[in-house]
């Protein structure tokens, strides 16, 4: 029988055992508790008895190996970027990936209202997208075990929001290269070969960039594919978990998504009206609900109706092949946007 067992630095691994008693299994458990108890790290108290239902349910050696998953760096349990942990809002066991350009923004400040922060609907420089600073609680915050539970269990709800390619990386170019002189994609993708000047390479690639769509994909392509707002969505989650994500909502009908999550949760949580009390009402000027068309992400580029004026053949076959993971993954299930 495998059970968890002793600590090894800050993680708790699986170690196995020849006598499968549930003595033995208390034993590892009471000092598992202990160790978490001694740490700052949050712990959930479900975590054993779903560790023992994974392990029955698959394998000792399939839960190792999801373990070692996130020991090893796993995306979703590393701090990254700004949209690099995904938020974790205990109460409603809602686990959310936020992802650039897919109204993250507002989505963290769905998240502040929900955990009761007083200033959830702040937007500046520090909230809601410093994890440092925004008050709410990540994956990476958890124990490696009581991590593997929450992005595991039945009983939680783990959500992503997706955008069609095509869509979000036009939007990333009107907001992060055609604004404000190309200074985003200039300090993130091209000051990394040298400070710009006309003579060197940091200039020729931030020019190139700024150029045309075309020239900013190639600039994606070959320098800087990675960028938070347009790395292909497929990445945001490592794929051992594909399998975990119970629910997946389109930026194209957000509104209506983001309604049946939060009736998902009310279900699951039983905590009825939790459409009311955090989404139908109290967003933008108005106290309108979550991203009618007041208060929709605050980046008002209309990208969809621009693909006509941006796409052609070319930059259409480019996108394709360049997020061609995403198109093929049957999680999101896109329907590609023609821009013709």
């Known amino acids: 029988m495998f059970v968890v067992g002793r600590v090894i630095g800050s993680s708790m691994l699986l170690k196995q055992e020849d006598d499968d008693s549930s003595a033995v299994w208390g034993s590892a458990m009471e000092k598992w508790r202990k160790h978490q108890s001694s740490k700052r790290k949050k712990y959930i108290p479900e975590t054993p008895k779903h560790i023992a239902e994974l392990i029955a349910s698959t394998n000792a050696s399939y839960v190792r190996f999801l373990v070692d998953q996130l ?81 595991t269990s039945p009983r939680w709800t783990r959500a992503i929001f997706v955008r069609d390619p095509k869509e979000r990386i036009l939007s990333a170019y009107l907001d992060k290269v055609a604004r404000n002189g190309g200074k985003y994609v200039t300090k993130h993708c091209c000051q990394k070969f040298s400070p710009p000047s006309k003579s060197n390479r940091s200039y020729v690639c931030a020019d190139y960039a700024k150029a045309s769509l075309l020239g900013f994909l190639e600039v994606v392509r070959s320098e800087c594919c990675c960028d938070e707002h347009w790395a292909p969505q497929t990445r945001r989650i490592d794929r051992p978990f594909h399998p975990y994500i ?4 389109q930026y194209d009908r957000i509104q209506d998504d983001t309604k049946r999550l939060l ?14 009390r955090f989404g139908a009402y109290g967003w933008g000027p108005n106290s309108t609900a979550i991203f009618s068309e007041s208060t929709k992400a605050n980046h008002q580029t209309s990208a969809h109706t621009k693909l006509l004026k941006y796409y052609n053949s070319t930059i259409d076959a480019l996108v394709k092949e360049m997020y061609h993971q995403d198109y093929e993954n049957r999680l999101f299930n896109f329907t590609p946007i023609s821009p013709t």
């Not at 119970?246 to 909502?249: C, H, Q, R």
């Open 246 to 249: 119970t629910f997946v909502g």
């Open 263 to 276: 009736d998902l949760l009310s279900v699951k949580s039983g905590e009825a009206g939790l459409w009311t």
């Open 71 to 151: 020991n090893d760096r796993a995306r979703v349990y590393t701090r990254g970027p700004w949209d690099g942990g995904a938020i974790v809002v205990e109460r409603y066991r809602l686990v959310l990936f936020t992802q650039g350009k897919v109204a993250c923004t507002v989505l963290k400040q769905l998240a502040r209202r929900m955990m009761e922060l007083e200033d959830w609907m702040d937007h500046n420089w520090k909230v809601p997208h410093d994890p440092n600073r925004n008050g709410l609680s990540f994956l990476f915050n958890y124990e490696v075990m009581d991590a593997l539970t929450i992005l």
